[in-house]
């Protein structure tokens, strides 16, 4: 039988992260995550963070050797061609471990979070998307408050990514979670059990 992939988007700080704890908790589902993925691509050691530090300098670095997060973060969130840079070295990383996580594990239904599901082109590796929403104000608030951003950085990393609607309009599902957080996960029993497989 074909496994059911779910590929979990939307925009940063819409309530991913909240849906796929729900899903691993509520139905035991493995969840197979982009962002740690991408720290993984940068440990120390990794010749992709070598190539960072030969780009930038070894400013780029803390003290202990690991990535200064924050401040690759301060230039690619406000520098296009820096970040197209950056993502050409990580993202093939990213889809390698999660073609590695289709071959190797063994259960019928995974959860893929993936943030840039479709500015990275990797809608391929799913059977259905679903996209968690909200407003653009509630999304700025909720991004400030758990990141501690100024609103212009946090504007410039939601202007990092495709526009919300562009990704509900290409959504198999759309998780509204512009309410409270139980809403959102009676939203996401339903779609859970609707099984939209496509493939
Ligand atoms: C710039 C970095 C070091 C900042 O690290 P930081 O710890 O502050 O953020 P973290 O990695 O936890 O990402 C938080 C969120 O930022 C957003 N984000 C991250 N990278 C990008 C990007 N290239 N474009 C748009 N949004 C992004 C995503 O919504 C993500 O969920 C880091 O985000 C990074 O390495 N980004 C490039 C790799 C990438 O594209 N990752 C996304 C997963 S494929
Ligand atoms: N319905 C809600 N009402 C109020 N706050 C919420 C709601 N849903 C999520 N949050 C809060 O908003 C923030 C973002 O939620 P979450 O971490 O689930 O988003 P995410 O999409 O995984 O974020 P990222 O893209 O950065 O990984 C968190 O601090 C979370 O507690």
């Known amino acids: 039988m074909t496994k059911r992939i779910i590929g979990l988007t939307g925009g940063i700080a819409t309530g991913k992260s909240t849906v796929a704890n729900y899903l691993a908790s509520a139905y035991n589902l493995p969840i197979f995550d982009a962002d ?5 691509a940068v440990s120390i050691g990794s010749p992709i963070l070598k190539a960072i530090a030969q780009r930038y300098g070894e400013q780029i670095l803390l003290p202990d050797g690991n990535l200064n997060r924050q401040k690759l973060g301060e230039i690619i ?7 197209q840079w950056v993502e050409d070295l990580i993202h093939p990383y990213v ?6 996580a289709i071959a190797t594990s063994t259960a019928e239904t995974l959860v ?3 943030p840039l599901l479709f500015e990275a082109k990797m809608t391929h ?3 259905e998307i679903w996209v968690v929403s909200c407003s653009e104000t509630q999304q700025l608030q909720r991004l ?3 990141n501690h951003l100024h609103p212009a950085q946090a504007q410039a990393r939601m202007q990092s990514q495709l526009p919300l609607a562009e990704k509900i309009s290409r959504a198999d599902v759309v998780l509204d979670n512009s ?3 139980e809403s959102l996960l009676i939203q996401v029993d339903v779609a ?8």
């Open 36 to 40: 740690i993925y991408a720290r993984d």
């Open 179 to 181: 309410s409270t957080p």
């Open 144 to 146: 400030i408050q758990r």
């Open 95 to 100: 889809g390698n471990c999660f073609l590695e």
């Open 125 to 127: 590796l799913v059977t």
């Open 77 to 83: 969130f406000q520098n296009q061609q820096e970040r």
């Open 192 to 199: 859970f059990q609707k099984n939209t497989n496509l493939s």
């Open 112 to 114: 893929f979070v993936i």
